[in-house]
């Protein structure tokens, strides 16, 4: 492997035939734009193939502004009425020591707009262009914060915080979305993050890759900034090879997501697809050690492979974008979580119930699954250290645990109350019913919630959530609910709920 700066690096074979068989004669068929309508049906089929969804963890059900079109915080990836794959064809070696000197082949692929292609910037006078080609077996899929035409699903920074709860149950938001008049945080996200490649024979596998194209259906590593800002190199059989800025984080759980949930470890996929361990920090020019190469005809190619070393999606993989987390769910794991018909069941079921609150004997009520910004004055409120649900107070503050206030004479107040029935301190939050069912590991009972932030799931769920180390700033890795992005507090994370039935 040749590291970019090195002297095999400046000294590239002449160009590489990746498809030999690929005849020049006949030009590619021009590929479907990427904003094709997401629910297209392939001809004759009589129900559209899904390959899976997307969802946005830190968004319970939907963006705070609403979802609109490309932006929102769930999309479901279906077959496409026509294939608009690509896939690898020719390497262009290009020294070019003066930009009028630039060769034909570097212009043409560059300025040619049904032809993708991908510019690896090695040094001053010296480029690399992979040039690709249509793939009528696959259907891609672009992902990134940029609202162009050819990103099928906009992404925007999740505003989660190791705050505590008891915010509203609609999430941590977008940054600069709805945050009450604040400046705005200059997103970390890339403007073309990744693509997902979806094979359009069963049994639909979908593989992840850093980067995206872009309204030239260009992909430029190095090009506008210095050569070694974006990590690239050359492959030991001739290829090439790069990560992005700030890379992409995928991470598949180690057993069955549903069944058995266990985190895996968290790896960084390249432009090509290969899989890496992390590097030091998130935006480190050295990369990690290779796992797992993907061959250049698309076949794994690797020495010891490790089980789940890829960069094919399964049900429960995580990816992250350096500043929102992305959930994968297939469609047979789709099937094992609730609908949001199911949940609106799941709350009647507890309303019917008719939890008391244990001090002042009024009836408790969950919200409609609609209403999740304002708190109803029957919502039932916990106290997250114990467990014990009541209705809303304004008393119980200790003050004498805070310290002391301005001038050192009067103790501040922390903001946590004393539960009346154990006399147990803790964060006092409102309960809020998980909306987005395809964060769910099953359709059990909603008897848990999740720490500090009263997010209320099934049992299975929280435990499973809290768990899985979701990435943070640079090199930080913290436990997080799934509904609102909050980092969780305490042992595990979660708490069972502990309610009083009516006293008739």
Not at 19 to 44: A, I, M, T, W, Y
Not at 285 to 294: A, D, E, P, S
Not at 426 to 432: D, K, M, S, T
Request: charged share 20%.
């Amino acid at each position: 492997m040749v590291l970019e700066g090195s002297s095999e690096a400046l000294c590239p074979p002449p160009s590489l035939e990746l498809r030999p068989s690929c005849n020049k004669s006949q030009p590619s068929p021009p590929l479907g734009s990427s904003s094709q309508p997401h629910d297209g049906v392939f001809p004759g089929e009589k129900e559209p193939v899904k390959y899976g969804e997307l969802i946005v963890l830190g968004h319970n059900g939907s963006l705070v502004n609403g979802d609109k079109g490309r932006r929102r915080s769930r999309l479901a990836l279906y077959k496409r009425p026509k294939a608009n794959g690509v896939k690898p064809d020719v390497i262009h070696n290009v020294s070019t020591p003066l930009v009028s000197k630039v060769s034909a082949h570097k212009k043409e692929a560059l300025s040619n707009k049904s032809q993708h292609s991908i510019s690896y910037t090695l040094s001053r006078s010296h480029s690399v262009i992979v040039e690709y080609t249509h793939d009528t077996n696959t259907d891609m899929f672009q992902i990134g914060r940029s609202t162009e035409s050819m990103i099928d699903f906009v992404v925007t920074d999740t505003g989660g915080s190791s705050g505590s709860g008891g915010g509203g149950g609609q999430g941590g938001g977008a940054v600069g979305e709805g945050g009450g008049g604040g400046q705005s945080i200059q997103s970390t996200i890339s403007r073309y993050a990744c693509r997902i490649m979806c094979e359009r024979s069963a049994p639909y596998t979908a593989r992840i890759y850093a980067a995206g194209f872009d309204s030239s259906k260009n992909i430029f590593l190095g090009v506008s900034v210095s050569p070694e800002r974006a990590a690239k190199w050359r492959t030991s059989d001739g290829l090439m090879d790069g990560l992005t800025t700030n890379g992409v984080l995928v991470m598949h759980p180690a057993g069955e997501f549903v069944s058995e949930p266990a985190p895996g470890v968290w790896r960084e996929i390249s432009v090509c697809g290969n899989v890496f361990a992390l590097r030091e920090t998130r935006s480190a020019q050295q990369r990690g050690k290779l796992v797992r190469r993907r061959g250049s005809w698309g076949l794994d190619a690797c020495s010891a492979i490790v089980e789940n070393e890829s960069n094919t999606l399964q049900d429960g993989s995580l990816i992250d974008l350096c500043g929102a987390t992305l959930l994968w769910r297939t469609p047979a794991g789709l099937r094992r979580t609730p609908t949001l018909k199911q949940l609106e069941s799941l709350r009647q079921e507890l309303n019917a119930a008719r939890p008391q609150c244990p001090v002042g004997f009024n009836t408790l009520a969950f919200p409609s699954l609609a209403q999740r910004e304002i708190v109803d004055k029957k919502q039932p409120w916990v106290y997250v250290n114990c467990g014990h649900v009541h209705g809303y107070h304004n008393w119980g503050y200790r003050k004498d645990r805070g310290p002391a206030g301005p001038g050192g004479t009067v103790p501040a107040c922390t903001g946590e109350r004393e539960c009346p029935m154990c006399r147990r301190v803790g964060p006092y939050v409102p309960l809020w019913l998980g909306c987005e069912g395809g964060l769910y590991l099953d359709a059990g009972p909603s008897t848990h919630a999740f720490c500090p932030c009263g997010h209320v799931c099934s049992e299975k769920t929280v435990a499973g959530w809290s768990q899985i180390p979701l990435p943070h700033g640079t090199h930080a890795f913290h436990a997080a609910c799934p509904f609102c992005g909050t980092w969780l507090t305490g042992e595990q994370g979660h708490i069972k709920l502990i309610f009083q039935g009516p006293v008739d």
